[in-house]
């Protein structure tokens, strides 16, 4: 591998706001180019060395991060357009893609701006209490060993598992705005992946109520943007599906028991 040339430097716009009711603007950093770098390492250099392009010393950039290794999804944010998380997002890549620079930096647009790129996902969290996004486990006392699940239905919920709530699917889907109540890819998918856990699905009839309610899957346009853009490769209009066909049985039993 050729050693990037410490003297070389590339653009960074980012896209500042002071809080979600305050007027954005943008502010371009130069940056040199160091070996391994990623989003996080371009925004620790912006925040030791806080000065535009034309010499104006400003407050560091403010962003979220936790594991640094794609897995809690606080780092998400719109890069070069595409939302993703800035600590997997290497700068030769999104150098190549913007042929050459800059890179842009925007926080994501369907949640709250806290501040820069930092913004609030807490929508998605509650989203995941609104659907009982758990297994009910009743007491800490052992309860034995619990219901058996085939492979097959291992396999199929553990890729719905990976789901690490970091919002691109919520970024990219055209149903899911910042003034509507659509749960959205994300908590849909978790509800199915619960309804389908042996234990989880004692929840079952109380998740799909809130999915039959208003902001559920009936919300979904099934455009798939969710799909193209989830990191974690989540079958999410499978799961959308699948939940779907659950509220229609659903639905026919309440119809004729009226529980
Ligand atoms: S299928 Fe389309 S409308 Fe439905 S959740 Fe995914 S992106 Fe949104
Ligand atoms: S479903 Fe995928 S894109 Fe959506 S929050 Fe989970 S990991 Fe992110
Ligand atoms: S810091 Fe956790 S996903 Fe990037």
Same mark, same amino acid.
């Given at each position: 591998m050729i050693a990037p040339n410490p003297d070389q430097k590339f653009l960074v716009r980012v896209k500042r706001?002071? @809080? $979600?009711s305050q007027p954005a603007y943008w502010q371009e950093f130069e940056v040199p180019v160091r070996p391994s770098q990623n989003v996080i390492s371009v925004l620790q250099y912006i925040a030791a060395n806080p000065t535009t392009t034309d010499g104006k010393d400003v407050e560091p950039v403010v962003w979220d991060a936790g594991?640094? $290794? $794609? /897995?809690?999804? =606080?780092?998400?944010m719109v890069i070069n357009g595409r939302a993703r998380q800035s600590c997997s997002a290497l700068v030769p890549e999104l150098l190549a893609e913007a042929n050459g620079g800059p890179i842009t930096l925007e926080p994501m647009t369907k949640f709250p701006v806290v501040r820069d790129l930092f913004v609030d996902r807490q929508r998605m969290f509650d989203n995941l209490i609104k659907v009982k996004g758990w297994v009910p486990i009743d007491g800490t006392h052992s309860l034995g060993a619990g219901p058996t699940e085939s492979p097959e239905k291992q396999e199929e919920r553990y890729a719905i598992s990976? +789901?690490?709530? +970091?919002g691109c699917c919520l970024e990219a889907c !055209?149903?899911?705005?910042?003034?509507n109540d659509f749960l959205g890819a994300q908590a849909i998918a978790q509800a199915y992946y619960f309804n389908e856990h042996e234990t989880g699905k004692k929840l079952k009839k109380e998740r799909l109520d809130v999915l039959m309610? !208003? @902001?559920? /899957?009936?919300? +979904?346009?099934? =455009?798939?943007n969710c799909v193209q853009v989830c990191p974690k490769e989540i079958p999410l209009t499978e799961a959308i599906g699948k939940a779907g066909r659950q509220l229609t049985v659903h639905a026919v039993k309440k119809f004729f028991t009226g529980s």
């Amino acid at each position: 591998m050729i050693a990037p040339n410490p003297d070389q430097k590339f653009l960074v716009r980012v896209k500042r706001q002071d @809080g $979600e009711s305050q007027p954005a603007y943008w502010q371009e950093f130069e940056v040199p180019v160091r070996p391994s770098q990623n989003v996080i390492s371009v925004l620790q250099y912006i925040a030791a060395n806080p000065t535009t392009t034309d010499g104006k010393d400003v407050e560091p950039v403010v962003w979220d991060a936790g594991c640094l $290794e $794609e /897995v809690c999804g =606080a780092c998400t944010m719109v890069i070069n357009g595409r939302a993703r998380q800035s600590c997997s997002a290497l700068v030769p890549e999104l150098l190549a893609e913007a042929n050459g620079g800059p890179i842009t930096l925007e926080p994501m647009t369907k949640f709250p701006v806290v501040r820069d790129l930092f913004v609030d996902r807490q929508r998605m969290f509650d989203n995941l209490i609104k659907v009982k996004g758990w297994v009910p486990i009743d007491g800490t006392h052992s309860l034995g060993a619990g219901p058996t699940e085939s492979p097959e239905k291992q396999e199929e919920r553990y890729a719905i598992s990976r +789901c690490m709530t +970091c919002g691109c699917c919520l970024e990219a889907c !055209p149903q899911f705005t910042k003034d509507n109540d659509f749960l959205g890819a994300q908590a849909i998918a978790q509800a199915y992946y619960f309804n389908e856990h042996e234990t989880g699905k004692k929840l079952k009839k109380e998740r799909l109520d809130v999915l039959m309610g !208003p @902001g559920g /899957v009936s919300d +979904c346009g099934n =455009a798939q943007n969710c799909v193209q853009v989830c990191p974690k490769e989540i079958p999410l209009t499978e799961a959308i599906g699948k939940a779907g066909r659950q509220l229609t049985v659903h639905a026919v039993k309440k119809f004729f028991t009226g529980s």
